[in-house]
């Protein structure tokens, strides 16, 4: 049986005949969806913006353009801030709930913001940074967590990648603002404190949404999360859904008393779970996508062009085609699979980013013109990277881990990507200069090999599958055999 909307209804999903639950059939979730993705495009608009604040950063503070430790350091300050804020956001979304986590997020966001926007030396736009580090952080934990909560099966995968559209199209909206600023006074003050205003918009919206159904029938209310639940499926499957969810809350009461980090590496099946999603988000930083994210208008300017305000309109094609990307990841992740979507879209990264190597490697040995090679290297990557391995890591980490353990988990492997993020930012300059920009890329191209290796042998299939069943999947892998580790080598592609 498929499923569609009940004609006449608000959204309801109906159990029919020969229908199908589409990516916009219920208008309630994608309502959910988006406002619940503003976390989603803070995080994207913060990582976008400070590549091109960067550029007048320097040049109003004297000891900033003196210094690559100090520009690193404004930089990575944020991804600081998030490794603090993915770390703690777990535990506050699995004790106060995701709507909660997502406010909090909101405010502190906000004045981090505003702090950025006057800070009068550079000590303070660092400690500005640390702020809005700390909201992206929490938010990058929640706002996935909450749309899978909230979502069907069978669309799950396209609802959360929509959380990644609003990463990019974050991005993107941050060269806009760049290029918008570069002749008004106080240029990069006003790029940085506009991103309060989403973070205010997204707090007043939240005050009028509901709980994620699931914590909600776990912790507080289970009238409350079938008063939600009824406004997205029809009465047979809403009755099928909580069925499961029951089923399997009651089991994991059964098996645990409480809740321990520790639980996640000695629980068999929580742990491949955990080095899946983890896996995943590690490789995301290390194969470079926030390397041409943060530092793409300095790349074109190494690439030989050397104008301000032309390294940022030639960064706003690479943001474009992000946001385009993840669009047609949207609609691929629930088609193809996320295995098959990550491994299609590693194979064009490394590929991408050995033509980025090659471009660098003849330009630093004389050969004029290939500041061109290098952007249309650059716009290759993401082009490959959007649809796949920006969406992929997010979504399989807001599926693959049980009720109890889907904060923590979610928590500890964002926390994993913002670490990762932050050796990446960190080091990207000072390894440039010491062994060349095309050595750097083709190193990262070699992780990239190392990232198919890893989803072909740790990254099972989800799509389509309830959490239920994907709880199944990890248990049939951990203890379905005498040999677990020979489970994890098996093919479960859909």
Known sequence: MTIDLVPGSSGVIDGGVDKKITYFSNKYVLGLTVIAGIGGLLFGYDTGVISGA??????????????????????SMALLGAIIGAATGGWINDTHGRKTATLIADVIFALGSFVMAFAPNPYILIFGRLLVGLGVGIASVTAPMYIAEASPSEIRGGLVSTNVLMITGGQFLSYLVNLGF?????????????????????FFLMLLLP?????LYKNRSSSEAIAMLSKIYDPVRLEDELHQLSVALDEERRNRNSVKYGDVFRIKEIRLAFVAGAGLQAFQQFTGINTVMYYSPTIVQMAGFGSNQLALQLSLIVALMNAAGTVVGIYLIDHV??????LSSLTGVILSLILLAFAFFLESSGHSDMGWVAVLGLVLYISSFAPGMGPVPWT?????????????????????????????????????????TGMTFLILA?????????????????????FEEVEKLWRERAWGSENGAELLLEDDDA
């Open 54 to 75: 960067l550029l007048y950063i320097r040049d109003d503070f004297e000891a900033v353009n003196q210094s690559s430790v100090l520009q690193e350091t404004i930089v």
């Open 337 to 342: 699979g996320r295995r098959k979507l990550a």
């Open 446 to 466: 070699g992780i990239a090999v190392v990232a198919v290796a890893f989803v072909v042998v740790f990254v099972p299939e989800t799509k389509g599958l309830t």
């Open 396 to 436: 399989v980490n807001s599926e693959i881990y049980s009720e109890s353990y889907r904060g923590i988990c979610g928590g500890m492997s964002a926390t994993v990507n913002w670490v990762s993020n932050l050796i990446v930012a960190q080091s990207f300059l000072s390894i440039a200069d010491a062994v060349g």
């Open 182 to 202: 570069t002749q008004v006074r106080g240029t990069w003050r006003w790029m940085l404190g506009i991103a309060a205003i989403p973070a205010i918009l997204q």
């Open 211 to 215: 709980e994620s159904p699931r914590w």
